[in-house]
């Protein structure tokens, strides 16, 4: 069975720091990876994915991931944290035997202080 | 406007009474999905669909009907509401192939009384 974890339930960082939000995943063949984000009150939005190819992924926002084969991780990050970037973060992976659904981690809450 | 929306945004309903929240999505993606999301349980899956008339059961499909006449709609129903089917939900939709991202919509809180 397919699974993401992501085993912190809140980052907290200082604006203009580097943020690292973790998740691990376990898959049968390659995995197809996601992070989405979810601000207060909305659904959530897709970031960035890994499909194939280059280890570090670019997404929206200034927001990168690196995945990492041996490690079985694919960590989200960010050079310079913005306020705006206080949110709840998903990592997700693709099930890919069935239904092309979305797996889901817990949720990784990230507050940027000023 | 190409999209996904859900509708209501916001719903109070009684223990007992059947609910239907609607999901309509503008980019014909095959694939719809019904989340709901609760404190402490993430986004468990409830019902997905693969085309029209194609639905099959998630994670927590108890209590919960779906249908798809038309590609671009996917009702979910609550037969009889439960104070456990307080939650917000989350319609999803998604072309096919695993590098499709899922779109979402802004989902509906519901709240069983």
């Known amino acids: 069975a397919q699974s993401v974890a992501q085993p912190e339930d809140q980052v907290n960082v200082a604006e203009g720091n580097p943020l690292t939000v973790k998740c691990t995943y376990s898959?049968?063949?390659?995995?197809?990876l996601f992070w989405y984000v979810q601000y207060p009150n909305r659904g959530l939005q897709f970031l960035l994915k890994?499909?194939?190819?280059?280890?570090l992924v670019k997404g929206s926002y200034g927001f990168e991931a690196e995945f990492n084969k041996s490690q079985t991780s694919f960590h989200l990050k960010k050079p310079s944290a913005l306020v705006s970037d206080s949110a709840l973060y998903f990592c997700?992976?693709?099930?890919?035997?069935?239904?092309?659904?979305?797996?889901f981690g817990s949720g990784t809450r990230l507050l940027v202080r000023p | 406007d190409a999209g996904i929306t859900q509708s209501p945004r916001y719903k109070i309903t009684e223990t007992g009474r059947q609910v239907t929240l609607m999901c309509h999505q503008t980019?014909?993606?095959?694939?719809m999905f019904w989340y709901r999301q609760d404190l402490g349980h993430g986004l468990r899956l409830i019902y997905y669909?693969?085309?029209?008339?194609?639905?099959d059961k998630g994670e927590v499909p108890d209590g919960y009907v779906v249908s798809r006449s038309k590609t671009e709609n996917f009702p979910l129903t609550l037969e009889s509401a439960t104070r456990s089917q307080t939650s917000v939900y989350f319609c999803?939709?998604?072309?096919?192939?695993?590098?499709?991202?899922?779109?979402f919509g802004n989902g509906t809180r519901l709240t069983v009384t």
């Open positions: 890994y499909i194939t190819g280059d280890n």
């Open positions: 669909s693969a085309a029209a008339d194609i639905t």
């Open positions: 898959v049968s063949g390659n995995p197809y």
């Open positions: 980019w014909s993606h095959s694939y």
């Open positions: 997700a992976v693709r099930d890919m035997d069935s239904s092309y659904k979305l797996i």
């Open positions: 999803a939709s998604g072309g096919t192939g695993g590098n499709s991202p899922l779109h």
